[in-house]
């Protein structure tokens, strides 16, 4: 079965430091993969989508590599605030309909 | 735009009895979708909508149903609660395909089965 494994449940750094997340899947080659943000108490927040033929994507101090031969995308915020903590969810498009697979999330602490 | 909305943000109920939870969107979209979450299990799709008048079964539809009689709302019912289904219910839209385009989340609605 179609598989997803954020490889950290959480992660701590300091403020300034580039913070990298792990996203690695099994069993499927999804055409798409998707980030999400996730606050406390709320909805998950769209953050990036990257296609299968992107090596990268930039948004501001937001980078996502997609790796179909190592199956994997890295998530890496540079230049990391507080306010960059939050929970981040992992979405390879995949299931029926090509329905979002989403990871159990990274638990990202900055710490000033 | 409020986006999509959520009623209610809070439901207790007891084993077996029933309940209807409501998603409304502003946006036009054609798909909307309903996931669960639970700790440790992240979020799931019960079931989804590609359009006015059609629903289909997501990851885990057992024990739920759903109705999309107009293109701005999605409901989903309970019909004999179960604790098992104790969780903190996610309703989304999108305007074209899901894995292509960007999903919209409302706020959710965390029920408790008794």
């Known amino acids: 079965s179609q598989k997803i494994e954020q490889n950290s449940e959480a992660l701590n750094i300091q403020e300034g430091k580039t913070a990298t997340l792990t996203c690695n899947y099994t069993n499927y080659s999804p055409a798409y993969l998707q980030w999400y943000r996730q606050d406390p108490g709320r909805g998950p927040v769209f953050l990036l989508l990257i296609r299968e033929n992107e090596k990268e994507k930039r948004k501001e101090r937001l980078k996502v590599t997609f790796d179909t031969t190592l199956k994997q995308s890295l998530f890496h915020i540079t230049a990391s605030q507080p306010a960059d903590s939050a929970t981040y969810l992992c979405a390879p498009a995949g299931g029926s309909q090509g329905n979002l697979i989403f990871g159990k999330g990274t638990k990202l602490s900055v710490k000033p | 735009n409020a986006g999509v909305t959520q009623t209610p943000k809070f439901r207790v109920l007891k084993t077996g009895q029933s309940m209807t939870l409501l998603c409304a969107q502003d946006m036009n979209h054609e798909y909307m979708y309903w996931y669960r979450q639970d700790p440790g299990m992240g979020l799931r799709l019960i079931h989804y909508?590609?359009?006015?008048?059609?629903?289909a079964k997501g990851e885990v539809p057992d024990g739920y149903n759903v109705s999309r009689l107009k293109k701005q709302n999605f409901l989903l019912g309970l019909e004999s609660a179960a604790p098992s289904q104790t969780s903190v219910y996610f309703c989304?839209?999108?305007?074209?395909?899901?894995?292509?385009?960007?999903?919209?989340f409302g706020p959710g609605t965390r029920l408790t089965v008794l």
């Open positions: 989304a839209s999108s305007y074209s395909s899901p894995g292509t385009d960007t999903q919209y």
């Open positions: 909508s590609v359009g006015e008048g059609t629903t």
